[in-house]
């Protein structure tokens, strides 16, 4: 393998992870129901990924993989990470940031309902 192609493995690991990582901040909290522990993680992963939603900043992970692009000879992609992978796929063509807005609070609310449910079953322990 060439240099660039381990450039190349490196972006894919990137998105791969960085992919894995807003599928967590949706559904992790249903996962901290099963393994009340695995809340320890998610809530941070949900604060910061509504975080980057609502101030709509760039999650640090997109300029990382960028740069292992160009030094794959690969073309980057303007935008961040949900802009240019998620966007077109989960949402309808021309969805606007406020919808995109509501639908990060839903996530948040619901996540939150799973959270009130973990803090109330751990009061309810004799």
Do not use: K
Not at 39 to 53: D, K, T
Not at 98 to 114: C, D, E, H, K
């Amino acid at each position: 393998m060439t240099e660039a192609d381990w450039y190349a493995v490196l972006a894919q690991a990137v998105l791969v992870v960085h992919a894995a990582f807003v599928v967590f901040v949706a559904v992790g909290g249903l996962l901290a129901l099963i393994w009340p522990r695995l809340a320890w993680i998610h809530l941070p992963c949900l604060l910061w990924g509504v975080a980057i939603v609502l101030g709509g900043w760039i999650c640090p992970l997109t300029p990382l993989e960028l740069d292992l692009r160009v030094r794959a000879g690969l073309p980057p992609y303007s935008g961040g990470f949900l802009d240019h992978y998620l966007i077109p796929w989960i949402y309808p063509e021309g969805l606007d940031r406020g919808t995109r807005i509501t639908l990060v609070l839903i996530a948040a609310a619901v996540n939150t309902g799973v959270y009130v449910r973990l803090w109330r079953r751990r009061d309810q322990r004799p």
